[in-house]
């Protein structure tokens, strides 16, 4: 076992744990954010650099500091190591310049995008972005591909966190699909637009922290935040079968992997499950999924927006994407509250 | 003149294949090793001789070497690094080009060393033509019994491969190197674990820099103390350094670590001074992605001391008023260099050859560009300038490989020597041809 500090609260982990998963232990505000590493999927994590954190001490016997910030996600912690997280002006400024990178070529076509609402980036640039950008040049766009009859793939939007590639390589029997190129260039892709099509390819869709991967199935069908989440199962032979229904009145939209408050899936489903049933009559309802998970559009907020200003934000942006200039808007106004809480659309 | 120890044969006719090399003295280094001395005998004169590093970042070889998990049953590799492609270094072309069987005998005396039965080098692909040179030189040493099973009839056995990359600079950083070799993307692995303890194939594995092997050979046969008696403190030996750029004889030179900068630059056994009678503006010391020191302080350091083509002299001042050695690519601007120009040609290689697999190189490499093109174009901003800085300041010690400080330092240390000219060609607004011709009818 090993005792570490992170922002001042002691906490026992056994060895080999990342200061990551020590700090979820903890859980609450000092845990770092995370785009690309994933529990469940091995030698994820490293690279989206968002969850940088400031060693101190690195351990009792040997107390001096790192040299550098680094990915606690990858960082496995020592006994009497100490961290800072949120208590360090460095990691935050470290962590604004981060979010600032992985928004630069972003589209923020959030407005239009199925993952709005429950998009790891969309919260992560709430909390730690900066309300301008400082980047004036043309954004880096590529091709929508269909990968598959059931995956879509709107490369503009992707962070690049390989958590799909490690999908592909620890689920499915062979991987057809990958990085391409290199640098900003680098794009996910198959070899000649293959079709991605195994037992457990809707996985990636899951894992995929932002609007890059979608559900061909459930694409436009509605907004996330108007489906309501259950939890349900049923016998699989192929995998656990349990699994999040997202219904409108008696219909199942979408079929989903539960996902916990960190935004992972520990039991990944097949795509019978995902895509062959989406019946109520096929399933055995359990109830309401509690969406716990931290999101700047949360399931759980269902308070009072300003309707008007919503349709203004959305035309306005819509207005963007056909490449026009940004006219002035107060866009930090429309989707969060004072309190840091969210809000969203009344369920109507 | 200088000691050679590297390059003393290098004008010998013929010196390419076995038979001159051999006669020369070459693989004397093989035979001492194989057969008077321990491995661990021949790490300990590498240590003794006090050489670091080639390839840039001048760790001790020998300390390297020792931290090889010599308990591990699995089997050890020594991969050489042939990559080469930071600007303004080319010393292993050279030295591999004209001393092919140098290299082949470093790898042999090394491998033994380090107990490896299997080696490689790992060569950039647009080195195609020395690949052929190097298997050629292979192909002598397997005749002649200097590879391959039972070497000189010891029971030490080799083989050494050579494989060719497919032109990433990426690909030199040490990790990205080995699992491009495994036949992978060429990404750097997040580190630990360090190939000492799980490199090729998740094996021991040591990586060396082409120039450090070869320096391995005369260690060997002088003897630790020997080599280490040349140099200063703790840059012993001789180094090679690729000199390029407004110089009378622009070339690759052995130096003796110690002699002074500005010998190095204008005495005729080195660069000759600068060109056409000019005078110096800046210096790049050690490849594109150590600091650029401007002329006064590359002469002497801000203590005043007159400054040493040295490791630590080079280092002195930090980076305020010093840079490093590097990989020895020396690039010498005269006054007539514009800073802005040069920069943004480094920005855009880093930004070319980032490889994409952490947030801060992959957007930060491309917005940097972005904005050195807009300055040099001449629709920059006066705000440019502290663009430029903060964005480098994003990416230093944040990711994964040390590629993003690479992008970053040569930015940061430009617009800390020359602010001036930036901010002169943030304000130099360039006009349209529409618009002056516009002007014209005026
Ligand atoms: C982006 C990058 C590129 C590099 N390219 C080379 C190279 O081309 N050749 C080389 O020897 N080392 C290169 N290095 C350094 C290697 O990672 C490694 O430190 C070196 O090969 C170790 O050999 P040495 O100890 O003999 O210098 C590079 C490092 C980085 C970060
Ligand atoms: S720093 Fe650049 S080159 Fe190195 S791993 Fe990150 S993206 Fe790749
Ligand atoms: S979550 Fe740690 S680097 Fe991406």
Redesign the interface.
């Known amino acids: 076992m090993a005792k570490v500090t992170i922002d001042g609260i002691t906490v026992e982990v056994p060895d080999g744990t990342t200061i990551l998963n020590a700090a979820r232990q903890i859980g609450g505000e000092i845990v770092p954010p995370a785009m690309c590493y994933y529990t469940s999927l091995k030698d994820s994590g490293?690279?989206?650099?968002?969850c940088?954190v400031k060693v101190t001490q690195g351990s009792a016997k040997d107390p001096r500091p790192m040299p550098?910030?680094v990915?606690s996600c990858?960082t496995t912690v020592a006994d009497g190591m100490v961290i800072e997280n949120i208590s360090s002006p460095e990691v935050l400024e470290?962590r604004k310049?981060?979010v600032?990178?992985?928004l630069?070529?972003h589209p923020l076509d959030c407005p239009i995008c199925d993952q709005a609402g429950e998009c790891d980036l969309q919260d992560l640039s709430y909390e730690h972005g900066l309300a301008d950008t400082?980047?004036e040049?043309e954004r880096?766009t590529f091709e929508k591909i269909d990968i598959g009859d059931k995956i879509k793939l709107h490369m503009t939007r992707c962070?690049?966190c390989?958590r799909c590639v490690l999908v592909a390589n620890q689920l499915t029997e062979q991987r057809v699909h990958?990085?391409l190129?290199?640098?900003?260039?680098?794009e996910i892709s198959t070899y000649i637009e293959k079709a991605v099509d195994n037992d457990f390819s809707g996985n990636m869709i899951d894992v995929c922290p932002v609007g890059a991967l979608t559900d061909r199935t459930f694409r436009f069908k509605s907004r996330v935040w108007f489906t309501k989440p259950m939890d349900a199962h049923r016998n699989c032979t192929k995998c656990c079968g349990k699994v999040v229904l997202w219904t409108k009145g008696n219909d199942v939209l979408r079929v989903t992997a539960r996902k916990d408050r960190y935004g992972e899936v520990s039991e990944f489903i097949c795509n019978e499950c995902r895509y062959e049933h989406k019946n109520l009559a096929d399933w055995v309802v359990e109830g309401p999924r509690h969406i716990n998970r931290h999101s700047v559009i949360s399931q759980n907020h269902y308070e009072k927006i300003d309707l008007l200003k919503l349709k203004k934000e959305v035309e306005r942006q819509l207005v963007f994407q056909k490449g026009k200039q940004l006219p002035p808007a107060n866009q930090s106004t429309t989707y969060s509250t004072e309190n840091g809480n969210s809000q969203t659309q009344t369920h109507a | 003149m200088g000691k050679k120890l590297l390059l003393e044969h290098i004008n010998e006719p013929g010196i390419q294949s076995f038979e001159v090399y051999r006669k020369k003295g070459g693989y004397a280094s093989v035979e001492k090793a194989l057969k008077s001395m321990k491995p661990d005998e021949v790490t300990e004169e590498v240590k003794r001789s006090g050489l670091r590093g080639r390839g840039g970042a001048g760790f001790p070889t020998g300390m390297k070497w020792t931290f090889l998990d010599r308990r591990s049953e699995k089997p050890r590799y020594l991969v050489c690094n042939a990559d080469e492609s930071e600007p303004g270094t080319f010393k292993d072309r050279y030295l591999m080009e004209h001393l092919p069987h140098l290299l082949v005998e470093g790898m042999i005396t090394s491998s033994y060393a380090l107990g490896a039965k299997t080696s490689y080098i790992y060569i950039r692909g647009e080195y195609m033509y020395i690949v052929r040179i190097l298997e050629k030189a292979i192909e002598e040493a397997y005749a002649n019994g200097f590879l391959g099973k039972n070497i000189l009839g010891t029971d030490y056995s080799l083989d050494l491969y050579v494989h060719p990359g497919a032109g990433a600079y990426i690909c030199g950083e040490e990790t990205a190197l080995l699992e491009s070799l495994e036949g992978k993307r060429g990404n750097p692995r997040l580190k630990p674990p360090f190939p000492a303890i799980a490199g090729l194939y998740a094996c021991p594995t040591v990586v060396n820099n082409v120039e450090t092997i070869a320096a391995v050979v005369p260690i060997i046969n002088i003897g630790g103390d020997e080599y280490a008696k040349i140099g200063v403190g703790k840059s012993t030996g001789t180094k090679l350094i690729s000199a390029s750029g407004h110089i009378n004889k622009p070339g690759v030179y052995e130096i003796e670590l110690g002699i002074p900068v500005e010998e190095f630059i204008f005495s005729d056994e080195y660069c000759g001074g600068i060109w056409k009678d000019r005078r110096l503006k800046a210096v790049v010391a050690g490849g594109s992605s150590v600091p650029i020191l401007p002329a006064d302080l590359i002469f002497t350091t801000a203590k005043g001391e007159p400054r040493l083509m040295t490791y630590e002299s080079l280092a002195d001042g930090g980076f305020a008023t010093g840079t490093m050695l590097g990989s020895g690519g020396f690039i010498v601007m005269d006054e007539t260099a514009s800073i802005v120009e040069n920069l943004y040609t480094f920005s855009r290689f880093y930004h070319h050859e980032s490889c994409g697999q952490c947030s801060p190189c992959r957007e930060g490499t491309g917005w940097l560009e972005k904005i050195l093109h807009r300055l040099r174009e001449g629709h920059g901003k006066k705000e440019d300038v502290d663009l430029l800085v903060s964005v480098a300041k994003n990416i230093e010690g944040k990711t994964i490989c040390p590629l993003g400080e690479a992008a970053a330092w040569p930015v940061a240390s430009a617009v800390k020597h020359f602010r001036k000219e930036f901010e002169e060609a943030a304000a130099r607004l360039q006009l349209s041809a529409v618009q002056k011709a516009e002007l014209a009818t005026h």
């Open positions: 490293g690279k989206c650099r968002v940088l550098k910030l990915a990858r470290a310049g981060v600032e990178f992985l630069i070529n400082r980047y040049f880096r962070i690049l390989y990958g990085v190129d290199r640098g900003d260039r680098a």
